[in-house]
Each structure stands twice: as structure tokens, then as C-alpha cells.
């Protein structure tokens, strides 16, 4: 398998373009996939622990996580995006989220501003 040219296209393809990405992100946003395993995202979930990045799983409603990926996420959090209000909720919910956990707040970046 690995001398197989499919998997060595794959894998230039994630040392070129998936670990630089990850690795100058401060923060992954997973969207959880359902129905087959998906490889693609296992393998970004994979990079995102072992570059110990912080990871919110985006779960939309009623779907289910499974309890170690839940555990392994610095938070999860279930969105309703059925329509434009609860696209625009689950936006503000992310945003504060990813403020959260990056630790940026109003209150910090108010010692910095010029006066």
C-alpha cells in the first residue's frame, strides 16, 4: 500500500498543503461528517491533535458525536442551520466560542488599543 502511486499522490498532497495549513492555524473547526468514515477528516483530526491544536466540533442538530471524539475536543457544539436565523445564530455561536477557548476577549485587547 505504501508504494501504491494513489496513496503517494495522497500523501504529497497532505505534507504539501493539509499539515502547513493546520500547523499555521491557531484553531480547527470541524465540521463532523456522518454516514461512512470519511478519511479525509480523520486524517485532519488526527493532525489537528497531534499538532496540539484546540478543536471545536461543529455537530449539526440531532446528529450524533461519538463520546471520544467529544472528549477529545476543546468543545462541541450542536447547531441548528435549518434556516438564515439559525445560520446567523450558529456563526455568533462559533465566533465566541473560538474566542473562548483562544482566550481573546474584549476586556484584553482594550489595554492595547491607542488612546
Do not use: C
Not at 63 to 86: K, N, T
Amino acid at each position: 500500500m505504501l508504494n501504491d502511486p494513489d496513496f503517494k499522490a495522497f500523501a504529497a498532497e497532505v505534507h504539501a498543503h493539509l499539515i502547513p495549513m493546520i500547523m499555521g492555524s491557531s484553531a480547527s473547526i470541524s465540521l463532523l461528517p456522518q454516514g461512512e468514515a470519511d478519511v479525509k477528516y480523520a486524517i485532519e483530526l488526527g493532525l489537528t491533535l497531534m499538532l496540539d491544536k484546540p478543536l471545536i466540533i461543529i455537530a449539526p442538530k440531532g446528529r450524533v458525536v461519538p463520546e471520544r471524539l467529544a472528549r477529545a475536543a476543546d468543545a462541541v457544539l450542536e447547531i441548528d442551520w435549518e434556516d438564515e436565523a439559525g445560520f446567523a445564530a450558529a456563526q455568533e455561536q462559533i465566533m465566541v466560542k473560538v474566542k473562548e477557548i483562544l482566550g481573546e476577549d474584549e476586556e484584553e485587547h482594550d489595554d492595547q488599543r491607542p488612546r
